[in-house]
Structures are given as structure tokens and as C-alpha cells.
């Protein structure tokens, strides 16, 4: 299955959206199978269920960012060497990227069991619906190995321009997790670990097709089980290159945790209702987030081969595809938000406050997309403790100032959602000093010969 693409040479705007759109619709139907989870339980056990899987997202969030920032490091480095055309070295960062990808899993999967109840302790979470989310958490992070390990696959096929093998991968596993999903709540009668379990046996399988296809890959970036082992030097670079967006993304999580519990104090319906509402969002969100994978991606590979116009260009033409699509794609999901929340839950209450959320963030996602696009090539670049740290101070330390020292005196679900329109705008503003800034140094270096 080879559909590896030459970023290097040619056109680059097809390419962009030849790479982004199969990359945009795996994170769409991994949010639809998650969404599945949410909706099953939501129609077949209750508000409580729904609300327990739901509760969980940013915990999840927390745990899994770190790792997933360290993915984006392995993406760059693989580009970035591609790039230089170092087939040898391409391959060693492969196997690197992969065994820690595993090792951390299970390391992690099993501190995350040993401490499940401290964890979710610390949110808020009513004690009618405390039982089921830390059942649904248990089972959930059981399956961490092989979740990170789907991740750091789709990372080295994303590295070698390929995005469709990850989504055939994902949707073969996806059906299986919705089907699985009906099995166990409907035949078995399960509750929320019926759907936790269904998700991390669909994520096993994905990661074992993955494996496969790596191993039948005839490029560098082929898999054999026997060269599999860490080369110091390169799982330094992704480290040093992920940790910084990996500490960004738990930093978001953090401050999430930090609303989701402001939320929970709420009351059942505003929990289930956001949890609804942000399970439909969020498919905007994985098109402009798409693109600034694909903007890290081209910029890495024509960095390393030293072709600084045309990493500027990819960057021109990743903003303005992304601007369109996500705008376009917002409104169409903000128009049918109703029937949409319908799915998950028919009380009207539940609803209504679905659609608060829904406007106070679909109406903000053009402002997100400069954000993504600015920070992915930024990365491309090598750059990430740039971003990471605009990031964290716009984004994480307006919500967290936002909600200590306003929800707290209007303790309303619009006030509290507001934090993300107005940290969103503080965030762009700064980056796209820091991107004009860092453009200008880079070149310089590239016509002093200082580049990669």
C-alpha cells in the first residue's frame, strides 16, 4: 500500500490537500466511533453513563498529550530526514519512534491504573456518576500500549507523506468498535466498560494493520521486528523537538480539566450536554488541525532539503485551504445543530445548552486555524518550544485566569465558555509576531548556511 508522496518537488497546494483531507477524515471518524461510545451509552444506559464517558475526555486528554506531542517530534525528525535523504538514518527513528512509543504505554497504563481514583478525584465529578467513570477510565487506559503505538505508526506514515493507509486502517478498526460498542451494552449488558473495552480492542486492531503495512513497506521506512531498539541520539531529537508541544497539550489538558470541573458543578445536563456538543465540534477542529500537520510535514522535509521559499509557500497555501474549509465546515455543523445533539440525547434542556457551547466555539475556529497553522510550521522548523510556550501562556493562562477570576462571581455555562473565544484571540496575536520574527531569522541562517 504505497501512497508515499514526493514533497519535495512539484505542486504543493494538491498535495496539501491530498495529504490533509484523508488525515482530517481519520481524526472525523475516530471522533464519530468516540462519538458512538457517548451516544450508545447516552440511549441504551442514561445522562449518568454519558456523562461519566464524557467526564473522562479531559483526563484522557491529560494523559495521552505528552505522548502525543513526542509523536509530532517523531514526524519531524523522520521528515527532516527524509529531507536530507538519510535512508539509514530514516529507518533507525522508525524502530526508536515505535518500541517507545510501546515501552511508555504500558509503563503509563500501568501508573494510571495503580492511581485511577486519585486521578478522578480531582474532578468534581458527582457521586452519582463517579462509579461509572472511573470503571470507564480503568478499562480505557488498560489499553494505553496500543493506543500510543496507533499514534507513532500514523506519525512515520504521515513523516513519508502517506495518510491514507492510517485511514483505511482506522475505519476497518472503527467499525468494528461501533458493532463492538452494540455487542457488549445490548447483548451483554454492559455499561460504560462495555464501550471502554470496545475502544481499545478496535485500537489494538488498528495498530496491528499498521504494523503490518509497515512491515510490507519497501521505502525507509519499512518495520522488521528484529532492528527494533532505541537509538539515543535520534529518540533525543523527537524528545527534545515533541516534549515541548507534548508539555503544551498537557497544559491544555490541564486547564480543560480545570473548565470540565467548573462544568460539573453545573449539574448532569450541562455535563451531558457539553459533552455532546464538543463530540460534534470537534469534527471542525480535526480539519484545521489537519492542515497544521501537513504544514509541519512539508515544511520539515523542504527544510531538510534546504528549499526555504517553497516552506514559506506551503504555509501560505495551508492557511488559506484551512481558513475556507474549516469556516465552511463550522457554519454547516453550527446549521444543523439540533438534529445533531438529537442523536446523543432527545432532552430538550440537554439541547439547548449543547447549542450555547457549540456557537461560542464554532464561531471562533477562523482564529484557530491561524493558530494551528502557525504553530505546524513552526515545528516544521524544529521550532516547537516557540508555539509551546505562546500556546500555554495564551491559551492555558487566559482560561485558568478566566475561570478564578471570573466564572467565579457569574457562575453562568456562557460566561464559563467565553474562556475560549478570548484565549484564542490573545494566542493568535502572539504567534503570528513569532512566526514573522522566526521567518526572518531562518532565512538569514539559510543564506549563512546555518540551516539543517
Not at 504521515?158 to 485511514?167: A, I, W
Not at 495498530?207 to 541520539?233: A, C, P, Q, Y
Not at 464559563?416 to 532565512?443: E, H, N, Q
Request: with cysteine; proline share 2%; net charge positive.
Amino acid at each position: 500500500m504505497n501512497k508515499n508522496m514526493d514533497m519535495l518537488h512539484g505542486t504543493i497546494g494538491d498535495k496539501l490537500m491530498t495529504f490533509a483531507l484523508p488525515l482530517a477524515a481519520t481524526g472525523i471518524l475516530q471522533q464519530l466511533f468516540n462519538a458512538a461510545d457517548i451516544a450508545v451509552v447516552g440511549r441504551c444506559v442514561g445522562k449518568n453513563a454519558m456523562a461519566a464517558v464524557g467526564s473522562n475526555t479531559p483526563v484522557t486528554a491529560l494523559i495521552l498529550s505528552l505522548f502525543t506531542g513526542i509523536s509530532i517530534g517523531a514526524n519531524v525528525v523522520i521528515s527532516t530526514l527524509i529531507g536530507q535523504r538519510k535512508p539509514e538514518k530514516v529507518n533507525k527513528a522508525v524502530h526508536t519512534a515505535l518500541l517507545f512509543a510501546f515501552v511508555g504505554g504500558v509503563i503509563f497504563a500501568l501508573i494510571c491504573e495503580l492511581l485511577s481514583r486519585q486521578i478522578l478525584s480531582r474532578m468534581s465529578i458527582p457521586d452519582e456518576v463517579f462509579g461509572m467513570a472511573l470503571l470507564y477510565f480503568r478499562v480505557y487506559v488498560a489499553g494505553m500500549p496500543v493506543i500510543l503505538l496507533y499514534d507513532f505508526a500514523s506519525a512515520v506514515f504521515r513523516s513519508h507523506g502517506n495518510t491514507r493507509t492510517p485511514l483505511i486502517c482506522l475505519l476497518t478498526s472503527g467499525v468494528i468498535n461501533v458493532l463492538l460498542n452494540l455487542f457488549f451494552v445490548l447483548v451483554l449488558k454492559m455499561t460504560v466498560n462495555g464501550v471502554a473495552l470496545a475502544t481499545v480492542i478496535s485500537n489494538l486492531i488498528s495498530s496491528v494493520l499498521l504494523i503490518f503495512f509497515l512491515m510490507r513497506e519497501k521505502s525507509e521506512i519499512h518495520f522488521s521486528f528484529k532492528k527494533l531498539g532505541i537509538d539515543k541520539k535520534q529518540l533525543s531529537m523527537m524528545i527534545s523537538i515533541g516534549l515541548p508541544a507534548g508539555i503544551q497539550g498537557m497544559v491544555f489538558a490541564i486547564s480543560n480539566i480545570i473548565i470540565q470541573s467548573s462544568i460539573n458543578k453545573l449539574g448532569s445536563d450541562v455535563m451531558a450536554a457539553s459533552s455532546a456538543a464538543f463530540n460534534i465540534e470537534i469534527f471542525a477542529y480535526y480539519i484545521l488541525n489537519s492542515f497544521g500537520q501537513a504544514c509541519t510535514t512539508f515544511v520539515g522535509q523542504n527544510y531538510g532539503a534546504k528549499q526555504p521559499e517553497r516552506c514559506i509557500k506551503a504555509t501560505k497555501i495551508a492557511l488559506a485551504q484551512d481558513m475556507v474549509i474549516t469556516v465552511v465546515m463550522s457554519m454547516l455543523i453550527l446549521l444543523a445543530g439540533r438534529p445533531l445533539l438529537y442523536i446523543f440525547n432527545s432532552n430538550e434542556a440537554v439541547i439547548s445548552v449543547g447549542m450555547i457551547r457549540m456557537k461560542y466555539v464554532l464561531l471562533s475556529e477562523g482564529i484557530n486555524v491561524i493558530i494551528e497553522i502557525m504553530s505546524g510550521c513552526m515545528r516544521g522548523y524544529g521550532r516547537s518550544f516557540i508555539p509551546a510556550l505562546i500556546c500555554t501562556a495564551g491559551i492555558c493562562g487566559v482560561r485558568i485566569t478566566w475561570v478564578y477570576k471570573v466564572f467565579v462571581h457569574h457562575k453562568t455555562y456562557a460566561t464559563l465558555l467565553k474562556a475560549y473565544p478570548l484565549s484564542w484571540a490573545a494566542t493568535c496575536a502572539a504567534l503570528v509576531i513569532a512566526y514573522t520574527i522566526l521567518r526572518r531569522v531562518t532565512m538569514k541562517d539559510f543564506f549563512e548556511g546555518k540551516s539543517a
